[in-house]
């Protein structure tokens, strides 16, 4: 099955040792109350949030922590969440409900078919051992012709994220999530969107010294990076 066809094809790039081998429960057994990337993505990510997602919507948020980066102004119906610390879970203004589960030890997710209109996973898809597994029990809680939308940035856990994307460039870790949608029959082609920040400009160096350390790389201007990769399941809705 096509499903199948990926990890069979590139199981080196899958089922792969991280570079620590503590358990994830372990890992991230005590909560992290920080921002994991900077303003310019989050303001990107919640841009993209509202036009995708819609009023009176069902969200799940996987591999979710204690801020989900949702408009404001949207009300939906429900938002739950899922992580691995029970405590930032908890902190997360926007979700109704929550449960913790190691995705990397179980890929199955407790809910019925066709259930949520949306499904969100940030800055966490490069710590998946068995992403094609996540993605078709995505898939299938997802309801016909809505939305998962998985974003992801330069930033992360180097020592608990795969192989593929610790030695990946930018470029090869987007193709590397459109492969994981591709790998499940169903969904439509992935949309790629990304935001290669210039920095601002105001908070940039101006005197000599400034700019021979920016040459020196001492200091950056630039923001994180903002990439996206969006599909639905079985088609896209007129209405986007």
């Known amino acids: 099955m096509r499903t199948r066809r ?15 081998p503590t358990p994830d429960r372990e890992f991230y057994a005590y909560p992290r109350f920080v921002t994991h990337v900077d303003n310019g993505f989050i303001t990107t990510l919640t841009d993209l949030y509202r036009e995708k997602l819609r009023p009176g919507w069902e969200v ?5 922590s204690w801020v ?4 404001k102004e949207i009300e939906f119906k429900k938002v739950v969440g899922h992580g691995l610390n029970s405590q930032e879970l908890a902190k997360n203004p926007r979700l109704d409900y929550f449960f913790v589960k190691d995705l990397n030890q179980n890929q199955e997710f407790e809910m019925e078919k066709s259930s949520f209109d949306a499904v969100l996973c940030t800055v966490s898809v490069e710590y998946l051992q068995q992403p094609e597994k996540v993605f078709a029990e995505v898939f299938r809680v997802l309801k016909p ?7 992801f940035s330069n930033r992360l856990f180097y020592e608990k994220a795969i192989t593929a994307w610790r030695e990946g460039s930018g470029y090869s870790r987007v193709q590397l999530v459109v492969q994981y949608f591709q790998s499940v029959e169903g969904f439509t082609q992935p949309e790629v969107i990304r935001k290669i920040g210039g920095g601002d400009p105001s908070k940039q ?9 920016k040459l020196l790389g001492a200091l950056s201007s630039s923001s994180d990076p903002f990439y ?5 399941k079985n088609f896209k809705p007129i209405y986007e």
Do not use: T
């Open 68 to 71: 989900s980066h949702l408009p």
């Open 228 to 232: 996206a990769v969006v599909a639905y």
């Open 205 to 213: 160096e101006s005197n000599f010294m400034g700019q021979i350390m």
């Open 145 to 151: 012709g809505r939305v998962f939308i998985v974003s």
């Open 60 to 64: 799940l948020d996987i591999m979710s």
């Open 6 to 20: 990926l990890q069979e094809e590139s199981n080196d790039l899958f089922l792969v040792k991280k570079g620590e």
